[in-house]
């Protein structure tokens, strides 16, 4: 689509059924709607052969049969989809509101934050709450959302060393994102905070609270609200 923000379409293979379509370059908005509603034009009209069709920042992954098709196949089945996309009506973003209790035994890593760039406790949070966040795509473990609109003001590196396990529901930084982690896992992101909300519960009839597309809006809390928001949920 030319120069600047879109580029050409780019075809990658991906072992021996995948195949990986490039929409741009960088974390944008702009690209990531293109890729969302690529996403959905394909699940429309699914090539055959396609057995999935995973939308992450800034490309889709294709996963295929290779028995019933192949990139020859795929490549002018994806690009005639490609031709009609200013037809298909992207649906508003829903905003998801998820409650964080910031800092103390939820945030170890506050004070790295804070000390990074000469904030206080209650300045981390108000920059932290204040956007709603888009869900560019869901990834790394079962309901992670990596978000994009993260306040200059609060980009702040990993950590030096990832701790081996980071507690289900951490909220966290990663250089110019931010995150939730919905299970128990590794990871080196800077936690500030933590939900009480089950973001992924499998034998929930929708197994996620959000998906890509979507907007998520942190809402603080206290310690007691937590503990009051955690027994609820234990119930459901």
């Known amino acids: 689509m030319g120069s600047g923000l879109f580029k050409k379409t780019i075809y990658r293979l991906a072992g021996d059924k ?13 690209i990531n709607t293109k890729v969302r509603a690529m996403s959905r034009a394909l699940e429309k009209k699914r ?29 002018p ?5 490609e031709s009609c996309l200013a ?6 973003p829903e905003i998801v509101e998820i409650p964080v209790c910031y800092g103390g035994k939820f945030g170890p890593d506050m004070e790295n934050v804070q000390k990074a760039h000469q904030l206080t406790t209650d300045q981390v949070i108000q920059l932290h ?11 790394f ?32 930084i990663a250089n110019n994102q931010t995150g939730i982690y ?17 973001l992924f519960a499998p034998d929930r009839g929708t197994p996620f609270l959000y998906k890509a597309g979507d907007k998520i809006k ?5 310690e007691q609200e937590y503990t009051l928001v955690t027994q609820q949920e234990e119930k459901r």
Do not use: H
Not at 18 to 30: A, N, Q, R
Not at 77 to 81: F, K, L, T, Y
Not at 129 to 139: D, E, F, N, Q, R
């Open 18 to 30: 995948g195949l990986l379509v490039e929409f741009g370059e960088g974390i944008d908005p702009k």
């Open 182 to 198: 919905p299970i128990a896992s590794p990871g080196g992101w800077q936690i500030i905070g933590r939900t009480p909300l089950k």
């Open 129 to 139: 709450s204040t956007p709603a966040y888009l869900i560019y795509m869901v990834g």
């Open 77 to 81: 089945a994806i690009e005639q989809v």
């Open 218 to 222: 942190f809402v603080p809390i206290s």
């Open 141 to 172: 473990t079962p309901g992670f959302p990596f978000l994009g609109g993260l306040d200059k003001k609060l980009f702040t590196p990993r950590l030096a060393t990832p701790r081996m396990c980071v507690p289900v529901g951490s909220v966290g």
């Open 87 to 92: 037809t298909l009506v992207i649906a508003p």
């Open 47 to 75: 090539p055959c052969g396609v057995m999935e069709i995973i939308p992450t920042y800034r490309s889709l992954l294709l996963i295929y049969d290779p028995g019933a098709t192949n990139p020859e196949k795929l490549c």
